[in-house]
């Protein structure tokens, strides 16, 4: 799934890619996505602004609407030019983006005024678009339960909001996104790496020092990853259908039998919270 430096990939692309630019016409293949009443809502619209909320895209549209795109498991946005041969939609470009099977899963499109097409390619089709009022926002329920961006979170306030939640796994603590939004299961693996905390630590047992770690390497990960364009280890691609390269330099996600960084021990795999979890047994005491 997309986490936070993905989505921050993808918006920062589309800020460069379609804003300004009106949505003149949609398609769709996926029935939840109700293409006809979603038509007449976006079409002639300008979108004013995008912004990342957690894992969320928000468009703002003219006339304050806003549509919501949350990419879930296998979503991510693409900028081109397609045509549709044999009942598929065939990017017209040659190359990566054309050839890469993780960007043929063409299931919505928006034509823009320049002539360009934004497309969202979802092998599962899990992906979420929902239009509401701009006003609105506050209500939203994806929106308004979100706990402060991993980014933008101070440490008084990534401390009160982590200790709230002391019997759990540090592990699903960081990835609740009502703690803290933005982080799931790759990078909750390698901030734990990286600050030597086992993922089923409860908060708890967890001292300042330790919690300061989590927290730099939490700030420093994410930015890491940013800068690399996130992680492409399952099917995520950027708006030019690239992979990222944060995947290559990843410190523990699905690192199991390689050595640690750290002491080269192998490194192991558990499940927590059904979500397959590598920790280095040596560097990751548990600690209770
Ligand atoms: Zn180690």
Redesign the pocket.
Known sequence: MPELPEVETIVRDLNNKVLGRKIQDIWSDVKKFKVQSLKLKVVGRKIEKIERKGKNILFHLSGGKLLLVHQKMTGHFLCGRWERKKGKWINVEEGFLRDDKMNNFIHLIFWLSDGNMLALSDLRKFAKVAFFDTQKIENIKDIKNLGPDALNVSMADFKKRVLRKNNKDIKQVLMDQETIAGIGNIYADDILWKAAIHPKRKPQFINDNDLKKIFSAMKSILAKSIKKRGTSISDFRDTAGNKGGYGEIRLAYKRKGDP??????KMERIKIGGRGTCF?P???KTGF
């Open positions: 640690c960084g750290r002491c080269g021990v280095c040596k560097c990751q």
